[in-house]
């Protein structure tokens, strides 16, 4: 952003110096004056009055009192020492007490003194406590003063060393907000923005959000740099996104043939749900187009996405080329190869298998025949995105279960397409919560299937503790007793190899446990885990897939995909150790045929508070959007599956869990002004402009794709 003030070297702030400079690059990545006021502070504590002391409530907030200290002394002896003082205003008292630097406070406390003490009230033994609390001599000019929203920063251990600690670094804060009271300060947003949304001025913004004068002040402050920082995230997004369409070519299937018609007319085997219909309409809509398709398909598990992507696939053969379909697990791909293979059974299609097992002979000939073009889908693992996999002319890639690859994977299969890329599609049944979706994949256009088939009852969910084992062996009993079939799960541990053990001596416990209660030869079980060879795993599977097991007792392997609509119970153990989506994913195992389906969360009677949510979230909705929304409430965005690598959700201070409103707002204004304006060559538009251009992420982005 040209030369400015913000510029600067951090080292040559009053105050900071080339050792604390160092520790500031270091520790926080602030290297200019432009990082450090872009260190907001995490939170506020709330000094805007004085409490009385009669209205406060033990456990509440931390807050400040004016008054007087009474008596000060010293109690017990050696590690047992600790300082005990007497605090009064003219409604009542607290006891203060210290443990840390009795000697210390002893001597700098004055008794008698006016204090202006700031501290967590809590109960001890009946009476109103605080435990180390703030202390500072009440001056005319603090008073004042104090009645403020103080900032508070995350620090680090090195920084503390250096006597930046929150407040340390708060004074650095306000050295440079006085600083720049005097500067030019250079605005972002064009003056239409600000005038239109009664914005505040981008200087005044970035002192109130240190130093905010009230609530007042500090939410308008945070309100325009929220919108700033989510605008111009979407602005980058919707900008790539345009540009990439209006330069990359992408094959034109323009019509619809024999394939797709016949096995419409004659092979499907129920009614498309109307979110389906919907959703190949947009597909088609946007491959007949001349432009590269990348597309993001959500539904729920059990939404009926492989149907989707099965005639999608068709679509692209009727236009003369090759599809493929990759998915994370062996498991899941030979599953895909086999249900697919089967629908388009007497059309005359070719279908293969890859995976890193199909090798030697078999592989070679495979190859062969992808590249004369006689096969004509290719499903399979990430063996197909390898090197040495060459198409004839692959017109249509889908990916399965997305958050499995890596964003280089995806880009890899650019490189597939002969002419031109082939489309892309994405589907997902990780419900990404519509503010995630909305900036993590800004890029690709999103469709959602939200109807699951007709005829699907919701899974019914219930937790019980180990109390509750016996009842839940006689519901297996009634279940299989039905003709249905089980999962039993164990979380997955993979850290450490003593972890792993006890993950496994957990599961081998479960499972003697099972088998004392389901003997054979009544009852056949089959068990997963992690240490099993590929080969054992997959012939468990396989029979509990063709029914010949009542009982399948596995590590989460079974997580995604897999399709047994037989199956009507799950029982999860360990619950507690599992992330909300990953629950809901599992889940979806069941429900998937007419019946009713349980799902039974097994638990510790102790839970923490987060788990407890989790569980009652599981009791209370089936829907993956809601799960979804609650897991980002959770655990931050920051930790939403496939989130981490990207980069993108590194926000500084909007929290997409909670400002989705201002999202919403920040694209609509971004796609309106990139309709008006797509190079952003209008002379309104120039901040914007220069703001794009000086992104790096933009700029290697955009270098990827011309
Ligand atoms: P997911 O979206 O989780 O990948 P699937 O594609 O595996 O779901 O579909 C789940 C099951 O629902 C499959 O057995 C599939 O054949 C069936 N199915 C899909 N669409 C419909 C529909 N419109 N009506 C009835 N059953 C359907
Ligand atoms: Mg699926």
Redesign the pocket.
Known sequence: MGNSILDTKIEFLKGVGPQRGDTLKTELQIFTFKELVQFYPFRYVDKTKFHEIRDIKPDSHPVQLKGTLRRLESVGSGRKRRLVGRFRDNTGVVQLIWFKGVSFLEKKLVIGGTYIVYGKPTLFSGRLNMTHPEMEIATQANMEQSLSLEPVYHSTGKLEGRGLDSRGIMKLQKVLRNKLSTEQVPETLPDYFIKKFRFTDRRKALADIHFPANQNALTIASNRLKFEELFFLQLKMLSLKTRRKSVLRGHVFASVGQFFNTFFKDHLK????GA?KRVIKEIRQDIGRGTQMNRLLQ?D???????VGLMCMLIALDNGFQASLMAPTEILAQQHYTSIKEEVSGLGIQVGFLSGSIKGKKRKQLLELLKTGELHILIGTHALIEDWVEFKNLGLSIIDEQHRFGVAQRASLWKKGIGAPPHVLV?T?TPIPRTLAMTLYGDLDVSVIDEL??GRKDVTTLHKTENGRLRVFGMMKEEIKKGRQIYVVYPLIEESESEQFAELKNLMEGFDAITREFPKPQYQISVVHGRMKASEKDFEMQRFVKGETQIMIATTVIEV?V?V?NATMMIIENTERFGLSQLHQLR?RVG?GGEQSYCILMSSFKLTKEGQKRIETMCRTNNGFEVAEVDMELRGPGNIQGTQQSGIVDLKIANLATDSRILQTAREVAMRVLEDDPELAKPHHARLRRYLESDKTYRTNWSRIS
């Open positions: 129920f009614e498309l749900t389906q539904g598990v059990g939404s009926g996405k492989t149907i589907m049944a088939p007709p995909g399709n609509p979806g998937r």
